[in-house]
């Protein structure tokens, strides 16, 4: 059975920073194209970023460039998502999602996801 886990999400400070967790069970994450998405109170889901499979290249939505990281760590077979310089208008539901594609794109074109995690940046 293969399922996302996120976790390390919660409420943070405009400034502060947070590292969101995606844990895979049930299929390796080295194999597939991984993203995070978000989705705020009546607001489509967006995009933020992904990583492709086998160490493939990176991509960032315009709106976190420069302030959130992606990364993968086989041996926990995770993905992270390092988001600095958080803003309120970060404030959603972020999600992880996986397909078996060597390239990954910033759009909702995956097979499995999470069940989502709430961030709120709040003075």
């Known amino acids: 059975q293969l399922q996302l886990v996120e976790s390390g999400g919660g409420l943070v400070q405009p400034g502060g920073s947070l590292r969101l967790s995606c844990a895979a069970s049930g299929f390796t994450l080295e194999y597939y194209s991984i993203a995070w998405f978000r989705q705020a109170p009546g607001k489509e889901r967006e995009a933020v970023s992904c990583i492709g499979s086998i160490g493939g290249p990176t991509n960032y939505a315009d709106s976190v460039k420069g302030r959130f990281t992606i990364s993968r760590v086989l041996a926990e077979n995770t993905v992270y998502l390092q988001m600095n310089s958080l803003k309120p208008e970060d404030t959603a539901v972020y999600y992880c999602?996986?397909?078996?594609?060597?390239?990954?794109?910033?759009?909702?074109?995956?097979?499995?996801w999470g069940q989502g995690i709430q961030v709120t940046v709040s003075s």
């Open positions: 999602a996986a397909v078996p594609r060597l390239r990954c794109q910033l759009l909702p074109q995956y097979d499995y």
